[in-house]
């Protein structure tokens, strides 16, 4: 499946929505125990992802036949859960979801990510993810994110992780 990378636009931010909500009731049903016992809607409800939107930082990855969105990302600059790591240009992977039945698109999401970061010039993609979700854990190491600490956010205890980049310097004219 062939899929498009971009920024959202507001009339995209329901369609987005309404994948956190279909992916929080797939957890419900597979007995997982992460964004449904966290109050995750509560904690980002439609509006954080309209003011992403409006801030450039939510993209979506979109089928290229059917237009259908398969994914959403929030790439932020800054994260609370790195205190004093935050001096090193980074991207910070924020609510990454995609559809169950959209196989690769979550990895395609984080390689349009690090394109994105190599051609804006930072030097990590950071982010984290639930402590008790051995297969996730797994699947980030497998792609190259390093461990590199722990962090809690109310009920929610993650493993911090981290990509490093090659950034290419700008050649002068």
Same mark, same amino acid.
């Given at each position: 499946?062939?899929?498009? /990378?971009?920024?959202?636009?507001?009339?995209?931010?329901?369609?987005? /929505?309404?994948?956190?909500?279909?992916?929080?009731?797939?957890?419900?049903?597979?007995?997982?125990?992460?964004?449904?016992? #966290?109050? &995750?809607?509560?904690?980002?409800?439609?509006? &954080?992802?309209?003011?992403?939107?409006?801030?450039?930082?939510? /993209?979506?990855?979109? =089928?290229?036949?059917?237009?259908?969105?398969?994914?959403?990302?929030?790439?932020? %600059?800054?994260?609370?859960?790195?205190?004093?790591?935050?001096?090193?240009?980074?991207?910070?992977?924020?609510?990454?979801? #995609?559809?169950? #039945?959209?196989?690769?698109?979550?990895?395609?999401?984080?390689? %349009?990510?690090?394109?994105?970061?190599?051609?804006? =010039?930072?030097?990590?993609?950071?982010?984290?993810?639930?402590?008790?979700?051995?297969?996730?854990?797994?699947?980030?190491? *497998?792609?190259? &994110?390093? *461990?590199?600490?722990?962090? %809690?956010?109310?009920? &929610?205890?993650?493993?911090?992780?981290?990509?490093?980049? #090659?950034?290419?310097?700008? %050649?002068?004219?």
């Amino acid at each position: 499946m062939d899929y498009i /990378f971009q920024s959202a636009k507001q009339e995209d931010v329901n369609d987005i /929505f309404q994948l956190y909500v279909d992916r929080i009731k797939w957890m419900d049903m597979k007995g997982l125990r992460q964004w449904n016992v #966290t109050d &995750y809607l509560s904690r980002y409800p439609i509006a &954080y992802y309209r003011e992403q939107c409006e801030s450039g930082t939510l /993209f979506l990855l979109r =089928k290229v036949n059917g237009n259908e969105i398969v994914g959403a990302v929030v790439l932020l %600059e800054s994260d609370i859960r790195w205190l004093g790591r935050n001096d090193v240009p980074a991207y910070y992977v924020h609510n990454l979801v #995609t559809v169950v #039945t959209a196989k690769g698109a979550g990895r395609r999401m984080l390689e %349009e990510a690090e394109k994105m970061a190599v051609k804006n =010039k930072k030097h990590f993609i950071r982010l984290d993810c639930a402590i008790d979700n051995q297969v996730l854990n797994d699947y980030y190491s *497998a792609i190259g &994110y390093e *461990a590199q600490g722990k962090c %809690e956010d109310g009920p &929610y205890k993650g493993n911090l992780r981290q990509k490093s980049l #090659t950034v290419i310097p700008q %050649e002068a004219d």
